[in-house]
């Protein structure tokens, strides 16, 4: 006991270490503009929603549509365009929301949203709020938009002395975070996956991108999302961000508070034209996407989300809804189980579970991240610890590589024509297929701090039709020039460099179990 005690003190000094060295950087405003771009764009729109699914409205009263947003464009696009044409309420739950290019745009959208009387609700996850408090008040202020905060104590308007008591005397409460991401408009359409509001989730960024994975669902499934969101906005873990912090010499009621922000959105440089034009056509791709029978309807899709304080009273160790479910699943799994996580850190009792389902003679594999693609080397080192014992339970793993080839066929065009772009991929859709039949597609690592610590929520659509869409991209993202194959004998981490692997090695005094 005083050997644990001893290494998960020395944890909690390193990961205040790491986590206060990045937290204490202040993101720029937003920048000023040199020329009014804003009068150069003329949008006049007669469509809304209820005009545009007018043709579905009796199948969404009683069932469900799925489509997967693969690309990142895509699931930017479809978004962006949600917002412009939402009638009267844009609900908002996410993990990470930056002030980055896609950050300030999405901003913008909502915004505008809200000028034309939409009720806009944003709840955000205290410890990566990346915005400046003066531009989440701005937000704020306006009379459409509510922003709260989940779990706060730890970030937002809080010293280097609040925040670093926060995590020596409350460690476990100060490390249960809210990872859900729902994006859901006037409760009948909503967009749930991996994907965050910031650059690399929607392949803008120029150093780094995710390969991720969203759904959009139409009609009866947004019923649940909608409850969810309702939980965990009028649970008292969900503070008013206004209450958490105090300006009171800002004034934020300036009528023109959002002009740096529109010709931000505005400029061609930040927000291509290519881009609004495919915002503009997205009535005729979805008409092609309905039409053409990729929209699939279904009577019964579950949506699972752990309630908010998950674990709360259990010191974060009781696991949540959403571990049992797809406990569940992999149990009653009879011949294949395929999954991407990004993340792959297992105890004892994940590992049991898999070596269960091969000797039943499902087949497992698993696609995650190679030291050389991973943005994460404290999980990374995590997943070193435990490769061989998933390898030995009959775990086929495949390694992401930081050069796929397939890249090119899912990223944004328009940035690839840039000169000298060739970015780092990386993994982050968190997704399962069992028997070909069942697909999950949502917010869950396979790490212990998905099953016990961060809320957590994901779409179980029992369809054969989707799981072999998302099982054809899945296959073609196993093949060798886009990963790995990693075995007993061999693994990719050379392929990362020397730097980076000592770096992975410092970063084995964490406990397996925390991260």
């Known amino acids: 006991m005083k050997t ?3 290494k998960l003190s020395l944890f ?3 990961f205040l270490f790491v986590f206060f060295s990045c937290a204490d950087s202040k ?3 937003v920048p000023e503009q040199k020329a009014d771009f804003c009068s150069q764009i003329h949008s006049v729109d007669s469509v809304t929603l209820s005009k545009e699914l007018e043709p579905i409205a009796d199948s969404m009263r009683t069932k469900t549509g799925i489509y997967v947003l693969e690309d990142g464009d895509g699931a930017m696009v479809t978004r962006a365009w949600l917002a412009e044409h939402a ?3 844009i609900d908002i739950q996410y993990f990470i929301f930056s ?5 300030l745009i999405a901003c913008d959208y909502l915004v505008r949203a809200a000028d034309r009387g939409v009720k806009v609700r944003i709840l955000v996850d205290d410890i990566m709020v990346e915005a400046g408090i003066h531009e989440i008040l701005t937000m704020d202020s306006h009379e459409n938009i509510e922003i709260k905060v989940y779990n706060p104590g730890v ?7 609040q925040k670093l008591g926060k995590f020596a005397f409350d460690f476990v409460k100060a490390n249960q975070r809210m990872h859900n991401k729902t994006f859901i408009v006037d409760d009948k359409v909503a967009i749930t996956g991996g994907r965050n509001i910031a650059d690399e989730y929607f392949d803008y960024d120029h150093e780094y991108n995710f390969r991720d994975r969203d759904v959009l669902m139409l009609g009866k499934v947004t019923g649940q999302m909608h409850t969810s969101f309702e939980d965990f906005w009028n649970h008292a873990l969900s503070v008013p961000a206004a209450k958490l912090v105090n300006e009171p010499d800002e004034k934020f009621d300036s009528k023109n508070r959002f002009e740096r922000l529109h010709q931000y959105a505005c400029n061609p440089e930040n927000f291509w034209p290519q881009v609004r034009e495919k915002i503009q056509s997205l009535p005729q791709a979805f008409k092609h996407i309905r039409e053409s029978g990729e ?5 019964e899709v579950l949506f699972v989300s752990d309630i908010p304080g998950k674990s709360e009273k259990a010191d974060g160790l009781s696991g949540g809804v959403t571990t049992s479910a797809l406990m569940n699943l992999i149990n009653k799994a009879k011949h294949s189980v395929t999954i991407q996580s990004p993340y792959l850190i297992t105890t004892k009792l994940g590992q049991d579970l898999f070596a269960a389902a091969v000797k039943r003679g499902v087949k497992v594999r698993i696609q995650t991240n190679s030291l050389a693609s991973t943005d994460n080397l404290e999980a990374f080192s995590g997943y070193q610890r435990c490769r061989k014992d998933l390898l030995k339970a009959g775990v086929e793993i495949y390694e992401f590589r930081p050069d796929a080839k397939c890249r090119f066929d899912i990223m944004t065009g328009a940035l690839q024509k840039k000169v000298n772009y060739t970015p780092v991929f990386g993994l982050h859709a968190k997704s399962m297929v069992i028997d070909d039949s069942i697909t ?21 659509i029992p369809s054969v039709k989707v799981a072999n869409k998302v099982l054809q991209e899945i296959e073609v993202e196993l093949k060798p020039e886009n990963s790995w194959h990693t075995t007993l004998d061999w693994n990719p981490d050379a392929e990362a460099g020397i730097k980076k692997q000592l770096k992975a090695s410092s970063r084995k005094m964490v406990p397996v179990g925390i991260l």
Do not use: Y
């Open 4 to 6: 644990a005690s001893v």
């Open 87 to 89: 009638e009267k309420t």
């Open 295 to 299: 929209l699939v309807w279904l009577n």
């Open 99 to 103: 002030v980055d290019n896609v950050g």
């Open 27 to 29: 993101p720029d405003q």
């Open 440 to 460: 999950v597609i949502g917010t869950f690592n396979l790490d212990p701090r998905s099953a016990n610590l961060n809320t957590e929520c994901f779409a179980i």
């Open 12 to 14: 909690k000094l390193v």
């Open 155 to 161: 970030n937002l308007g809080k010293n280097l002395v």
